[in-house]
């Protein structure tokens, strides 16, 4: 079978930066609380009028052009966002429309944290099975407009903030690119981090009622995140690593998904891994959910971070729970 691998990354960010200290005029909170529990310092929000498909969109123009595409070549996407445009179609289609593709196939993830490497792992598996030629997958997120900003949901919207990463996946010679992707679920935590509402099985779907009790706001059991958090990352990178006969000496990079500085730290500390071997960008983003991974994998490749041969190991826990990781010899 042939290999795939990743051939171009983009990221977007939308333009307005908001600090700490601008959320201390909407909530109670400080700057200090904020970077000492998460290591955030500032994120993004979107402007009206920006969904979670338009941040895919900007960030795949770039991915193409940098895997030396166009639009056309594409032949399937994967778009992974807990934060759609609409409550349905997802964003795939809208992303198929805007960027003017063919008739191609769109597929939408929704395991949130992991979303980005579930779509990953779609498109390591069509194109090693000579499915499809080259595969799109896009992580995006519009937190800012699902949050209650106000000192009643200080806890999540301190953390969340806006963003778009893309990857475009292409052939590989065998043993190059995508070597093996990992992916677990425990849905009896699916109530431990998120956002009830709106929901089918209430009668309407959303109501006044639902929305006066805060009910589409995001809410997290943060505690038990983090202590799950901490448990996972490290026992999926140490699969993914027994499942290629390398060990933690083999790792050149871990990409993780940016949840809280402090969890990237405690992976660190759990791998015995230099901190400086797990890459943390999040405090100029916060956590930007399925964006998080491909926004730092792209910021990692334009630092000079990764060379070829490189093997570098994306992680990722979240909401569901679900958690993943990919390994790839770059
Ligand atoms: O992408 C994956 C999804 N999410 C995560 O990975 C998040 C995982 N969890 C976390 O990152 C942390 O649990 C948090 C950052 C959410 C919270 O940190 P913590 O150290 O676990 O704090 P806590 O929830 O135990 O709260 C400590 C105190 C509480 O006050 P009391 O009860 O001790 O008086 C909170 O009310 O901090 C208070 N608090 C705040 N204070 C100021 C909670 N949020 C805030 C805030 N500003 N924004």
């Known amino acids: 079978m042939r290999g795939a691998r990743i051939l171009g990354t983009g990221r977007a960010l939308p333009p307005r930066v908001v600090t700490n200290a601008e959320l201390t005029t909407r909530m109670d909170t400080t700057e ?62 809208l992303v198929q429309e805007k960027m003017g593709m063919d008739t191609i196939g769109a597929l939408d993830v929704r395991t949130q944290c992991t979303g980005f490497l579930y779509g990953l792992s779609v498109a390591e598996a069509y194109v090693k099975a000579g499915f499809y030629d080259y595969v799109l997958v896009i992580g995006a997120e519009v937190q800012s407009t699902g949050m209650d900003l106000s000192t009643a949901g200080r806890d999540v919207s301190v953390i969340f903030g806006d963003g778009g990463g893309a990857a475009v996946v292409g052939p590989s010679d065998p043993g190059r690119g995508i070597l093996s992707s990992h992916l677990h679920s425990e849905g009896k935590y ?63 990079i871990v990409i ?69 990781s990919t390994l790839i010899r770059w």
Request: proline share 6%.
């Open 32 to 93: 200090e609380w904020i970077v000492q529990r998460t290591g955030i310092r500032e994120r993004r929000f979107v402007d009206p009028g920006t969904g979670a498909s338009d941040l895919g969109v900007q960030a795949s123009r770039v991915a193409i052009e940098r895997a030396g595409l166009t639009p056309k070549d594409i032949q399937f996407l994967v778009f992974a966002t807990l934060s759609p445009d609409m409550f349905f179609p997802g964003c795939g289609v």
């Open 256 to 324: 993780p998904h940016q949840a809280n500085l402090r969890i990237t730290q405690a992976v660190a500390k759990a791998l015995e891994v230099p901190p400086e071997k797990v890459f943390s960008n999040i405090e100029k983003y916060g956590n930007t959910t399925a964006a998080s991974i491909p926004i730092a994998l792209d910021e990692c490749i334009e630092e000079g971070r990764i060379r070829e041969g490189d093997i570098v190991c994306l992680a990722a826990f979240g909401s569901g729970f679900t958690w993943a």
């Open 190 to 252: 699916a109530r431990e981090l998120m956002a009830e509402a709106p929901a089918s099985i209430e009668h309407p779907r959303i109501s006044k009622e639902m929305i006066d009790a805060g009910r589409h706001y995001g809410t997290m059991n943060g505690r038990y995140v983090f202590t799950h958090a901490v448990r996972r990352f490290p026992e999926v990178i140490r699969e993914a690593l027994e499942a290629n006969g390398m060990t933690l000496s083999d790792l050149s």
